[in-house]
């Protein structure tokens, strides 16, 4: 897994660059129902019908691999009815949705913990990377009960655990033992809801991404705000340390 300058997708028909990898902190769920006198549950509730807008969408673009950051390590520390609604509402979102991307040739990967999560969660997880493994279409990453620095101490802990000889250690051979390790790093890492940090997500996998905060909340991101985040992406010029 290693920055690629040709990873990135360049269309015949406007010669712009579509993003091989894209990543989504999929924020302000919660600040979007307030700001409508709504509970919280109904952010969540409007951020994963969102998903399958955004899913769509970056398919028929011709992204390649998406990611998106469902739930962090530290969002256990939220209220627990906020955390247990989110965790139902997963749930059913997972059951109702593989099959449907299943059809539509999506192959479904989750990053991240798997043992704090309850049985059934985890059956359905499971179930949907299962039934998709064979696809060919759009690879859509599912972040849950993930952290960047977890991802790489865990990393650490099975390079340890398998003998690996310290000369045989390379970024080359860490990077295979990430929990997607057959994901290629992430060209464009969009953050919604305003604010202007990465938050433990994919600190690896985005060492030479470009990144695109927008004020959007993200039950409202799609259309012509996807549109200027690959706007923006295509204006960059990309050296990976390089003087070009």
């Known amino acids: 897994m290693t920055a690629n300058p040709e990873a990135s997708k360049r269309t ?4 712009t660059t579509v993003p091989r990898h894209v990543a989504i902190t999929m924020d302000g769920n919660g600040r979007w ?4 006198g709504l509970d919280v549950s109904e ?17 028929n673009r011709g992204v390649a691999y998406l990611t998106l950051f469902a739930f962090s390590t530290e ?8 955390v247990n609604g989110i965790l139902e509402l997963a749930i059913a979102v997972i059951a109702h949705e593989a ?7 999506v192959r479904i990967k989750h990053l991240g913990r798997v043992d704090r999560l309850s049985p059934e969660l985890r059956n359905e997880l499971e179930l949907a990377v299962k039934k998709t493994e064979n ?5 859509l990453g599912i972040a849950f009960d993930y952290g960047g620095r977890a991802e790489i101490v865990n990393a650490a802990k099975r390079l340890i655990e398998e003998g690996t000889p310290l000369e045989d250690i390379d970024e080359s051979k860490f990077a295979e033992h990430l929990y997607a390790s057959d994901m290629p790093e992430v060209d464009l890492l969009i953050r919604t809801g305003g604010d202007f940090r990465i938050s433990n997500f994919l600190l690896w996998q985005t060492a030479y991404s470009e990144l695109y905060f927008s004020e959007i909340m993200w039950p409202d991101f799609y259309g012509e705000h996807t549109d ?3 706007e923006s992406f295509n204006e960059r010029k990309r050296r990976f340390g390089k003087r070009v």
């Open 12 to 15: 015949e028909k406007d010669n």
């Open 33 to 36: 129902a307030e700001s409508r």
């Open 43 to 59: 952010g969540h509730h409007a951020g994963f019908e969102n998903l399958q807008r955004v899913v769509a969408d970056f398919a």
């Open 75 to 82: 969002n256990w520390d939220r209220p627990e009815s906020e």
């Open 99 to 105: 099959e449907q991307l299943n059809e539509n040739g």
């Open 135 to 139: 696809n060919t279409g759009l690879t």
């Open 228 to 230: 200027r985040a690959f």
